[in-house]
């Protein structure tokens, strides 16, 4: 059985930093993107950031690039979003998804097949 858990959310005051985990049981992720994604109240869920399977691509949303850099450890079956100088617009649950298509990168979560259960940002002004 796939599972994805994500950890690292919290309240931080706008100018900090967070660092999302999200580590992936069940199968190796070694040959599939990752993406992490965002849903603030009333909205819907939009793409963060993505990371090809070797981690040498990756893709951003403009509102965070420059901010947040997303990575991932293959040995661990994990990734990481490190999210620097916050703002209250970063107020989400933040979801880890993997595209289940190896060797592939996508940025549209319709191909993510198997997503974290996510977890909460607040970013205070």
């Known amino acids: 059985q796939v599972q994805l858990v994500e950890s690292g959310g919290g309240l931080v005051q706008a100018g900090g930093s967070l660092r999302l985990s999200c580590a992936a049981s069940?199968?190796?992720?070694?040959?599939?993107?990752m993406g992490w994604f965002r849903q603030a109240p009333g909205k819907e869920r939009e793409f963060v950031a993505a990371?090809?399977?070797?981690?040498?691509?990756?893709y951003y949303a403009d509102s965070v690039k420059g901010r947040f850099t997303i990575s991932r450890h293959n040995a661990k079956n994990t990734v990481y979003l490190q999210m620097n100088n916050l703002e209250p617009e970063d107020t989400a649950v933040y979801y880890c998804?993997?595209?289940?298509?190896?060797?592939?990168?996508?940025?549209?979560?319709?191909?993510?097949?198997?997503w974290g259960q996510g977890t909460q940002v607040t970013v205070s002004s």
């Open positions: 998804a993997a595209d289940l298509t190896n060797y592939r990168i996508t940025l549209q979560s319709a191909d993510f097949g198997s």
């Open positions: 069940g199968r190796t992720f070694s040959s599939n993107a």
């Open positions: 990371i090809s399977w070797s981690g040498e691509i990756t």
